[in-house]
């Protein structure tokens, strides 16, 4: 056993984790089993995979909407593009908007070129927070959207299995 | 679900600590003990309250891609469409929205050009034409859900 895991030990490793982390007391070593490797290996891979920002955290998924977050708004904006980030790390720091993204515009079908999520309980409560939202921010004049979402017909969280995957979005 | 679950969500989505025994350190933390911990999130993933524990990768940086793609769907082929998405691994979330693009889906593939022939697909299987809005910059990501 040594102190770093080679490459196609490192490639196993992966593996294991997208089917997630065994819920185990000592889990590195659980998995260092499964490798021949040592529980220090396994566990400094996994800390620099997540410095590295191979993946966020090692953490949950949840079904929001099954612990009542049954609001989920899509608010789009059309912005202009010289102000697109300003106002995109604006909105992203904001409270509630738990999703910012700047996409393309496909015109003539689609003009909004920013994205934010916010999610609540209420569909009204949600509404006035996006509202006072835009107002503090001075962005209310700006054309924009709400899209509530009334049917979740599928949502899997963050499993990647190459080739054939399943993702997060 | 009780306090402890509660907490124990809230605090897993700000990520386990990567330590030889995490739930050891969680239990300190929640004043609670590790077993009981580990049962607490078996039983959560067991009733779907959690879909998944584990890494969050990022698909990206495993060379793969994401969009968010739209379709604009005749009332009276929503569910037979629905069904389509359903059936493709591809296809991670779909919702419907109330907006003229009334179906609202995210794609994530191991590959960019995965991602082309995946919308290819569905516009061949629907005859619809599909709106494919892959993010250009990202600003904010904390989709957090205080329990």
Request: proline share 5%.
């Amino acid at each position: 056993m040594t102190l770093t895991l080679d490459h196609p030990q490192a490639l196993q490793l992966r593996r294991l984790l997208e089917a997630g982390l065994p819920l185990v007391s000592r889990p590195y070593a659980w998995l260092a089993e499964q490798l021949g490797a040592s529980e220090d290996a396994v566990l400094e891979q996994v800390r620099q995979w997540n410095e590295g920002g191979l993946f966020r955290r090692v953490g949950v998924v949840l079904k929001h909407r099954a612990l009542g977050y049954r609001a989920n708004a899509m608010l789009v904006l059309d912005v202009p593009d010289a102000a697109v980030d300003a106002i995109g790390r604006q909105l992203g720091a904001a409270p509630g908007v738990n999703l910012c993204y700047q996409r393309p515009r496909r015109l003539p079908q689609w003009r909004y070129n920013l994205f934010c999520m916010v999610h609540g309980r209420e569909r009204e409560q949600v509404e006035r927070q996006i509202e006072r939202l835009l107002a503090e921010q001075g962005l209310s004049e700006l054309p924009h959207q709400l899209l509530f979402s009334t049917r979740a017909f599928k949502q899997c969280g963050g499993r990647f299995a190459p080739p054939a995957e399943r993702a997060h979005g | 679900m009780d306090e402890l679950d509660r907490q124990l969500i809230n605090r897993l989505q700000h990520g386990l600590p990567l330590v030889r025994q995490p739930w050891e350190a969680l239990a300190e933390e929640l004043g609670s003990n590790s077993a009981t911990l580990r049962a607490r999130v078996q039983a959560l993933l067991d009733d779907g309250t959690l879909t998944r524990f584990g890494p969050m990768f990022d698909i990206e940086r495993l060379g793969g891609a994401f969009t968010l793609a739209a379709l604009s769907v005749p009332e009276e082929r929503f569910d037979e469409v629905a069904a389509v998405l359903e059936a493709m691994p591809e296809v991670a979330h779909n919702y419907r929205r109330e907006h003229a693009w009334n179906m609202w889906f995210v794609l994530g593939c191991a590959t960019p050009e995965g991602i082309a022939e995946t919308i290819a697909r569905i516009e061949a299987e629907t005859g619809l034409a599909v709106l494919n809005l892959p993010k250009e910059e990202t600003y904010h990501v904390g989709l957090h859900f205080a329990v």
